[in-house]
């Protein structure tokens, strides 16, 4: 099929004799093993027009964006209409997200500040406006928000492929045989549209196993390898590639002997994943005990995505992402609206709503921050809340509105003592007063719970207990805080643990205190999406976790294949170390022989 220029986006290259058997690494995205040709398709068009408008030119160009929103999402409308018979429910909402976010009003706000205040072309506009949002995840320092700031540029990339009438089709109807596509990016779109027949697998540059475009090649059961550095540079189409999608690792010009044990390892996990189609069932250990999954999202649109992978609800939602790149903070008829739609969609699953975590790791310009040498023991989160009671009361507002339309709990971060929920609830207080002043409905029980990530908290579990409703403990900060290791730094990574002696017994306190007072506890911090760690929390009285949405089916698989029993006695062998390595050795030698299949492929993604 011809490009836009008539030539064909398959870019074909005379391949020079290679040296054998050159590896590159990269990321499982999408497990299995393929051999085949390459084909590298072009890397897609990326300048983008800059030109000043004047400012009665601002009306046509904000029009000229909602046209071009209107014909992208028709385009990929037509693209869930051509897989909605071949797709699975994850495939086909994650192209239904894509919609719900082009449309969205945060995109278009930005957009509209840019064109109108800044007087910037609409190509200008969205680039700028994506490139921000995109920014601003990155800066997050956190893999899965990271792994969002692609799905916005890809939103950015649709839109200016309509203002610019571009379309990069794939087509591989050219080739004679199964090949291999190799690329910078793909977006989940064109992965949706790709046969399996025609596509031995993919290898990309850029993507993380959570990324949709890697959840959409594991739907359609494409082996695929993504993050793979300089891949561009190292592999010419009509190179003969082995993908090696259980390892992450690629390649090129392979020995017989490298795609014989690929092939026999590829058999054996092929055998595991047969089993592992366990999306339907709850989650439950080998002996029945059951264990609530619940997804962790960023975006409205992401709660479609956690159901379809199984999440029985929503156990954080992050709601600061309402407030990045914007001026002004969302006022409190967009954040309702913004919540409704979660709850709606959920119901009647429970949807855990955290109270904005602004400050620290998570950027957002609307506020002037101060600056600070420690931003993140500054003005964070409930203490930026606590600052500016009219923002905190905003949002507890837009909540409270929500609680009317499904299960709706309240969650706050970075709780240091018991005096700042005490202060939370009489603003949560206050906002249901004036929420029923202004005659909107709200649910009669709104559970306000708190988040254990900072030690004092975690010290004062059983105090907390008494006073909220659950608790929910986020490892990433708990870790971070207790061990006094910057979770944005790369260097000390490897003291970031959550196997480390002091975090497990600051949890097991968190447990207990729970039981004293009778409350739930759960935990939302990335530990949950460890296969060993989940069945360490399982065994420590943990029966409710919640992770990223992809993470889910993996977990759920590890909880079946042990018992209670089992983890209760990995946990007490555990309780007799002191060191981090020691604990995770234990673990991997109970743990490691019935979870290595599902371990394999975390270990290559992480
Ligand atoms: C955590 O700290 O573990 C957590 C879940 O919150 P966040 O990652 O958003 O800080
Ligand atoms: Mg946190």
Redesign the pocket.
Known sequence: MAGEDGSSPIARSSSAARPRGVELDGIAGSAGVAVGRAVVIDAPESSVVRRRITEQQGEEELERFQRAVTSASRALREVAERIRESATRAESSIVEAYILMLEDETLRDAVERRILGECQCVEWAVDGAVRAMAEQLRAAH?PYLAERSHDFEFIGDRILRQLGGRQRTLSLVDLEEPGILVAHDLSPAETAGLHRERVAAMVMEVGTRTSHTAILARALEIPAVVGVRELLTQVATGDRLLVDALRGRVIVEPTDEQIAAATARAERYRAVAERSRVLQRPAATRCGVRVALRG?VELPAEAGIASALGAEGIG?Y?TEFLYVDRAEPPDEEAQFETYRRVLQVMSPMPVTLRTF?IGGD?YVSAFQAPAEMNPALGLRAVRLGLARPELFLTQLRAMVRASAYGSLAIMV?MIASVRELREVRSLLERARREVDAAGHPSAREIPLGV?I?VPSAAVMAAELAREAAFMS??????VQYALAVDRTSRELAYLATPFDPAILRLIHGVVAAGRLHDRPVSV???MASDPLAAVLLVGMGLRELSMEASAIPGIKEALGRVTLAEAEAVVAAARALVTAEEIEALVIERLGPLLSDLLELDAAGS
């Open positions: 956190d962790n954080l992050r975590d998570k971060p988040m990530e403990i986020g490892t990433n900060d708990l939302c911090g990335a």
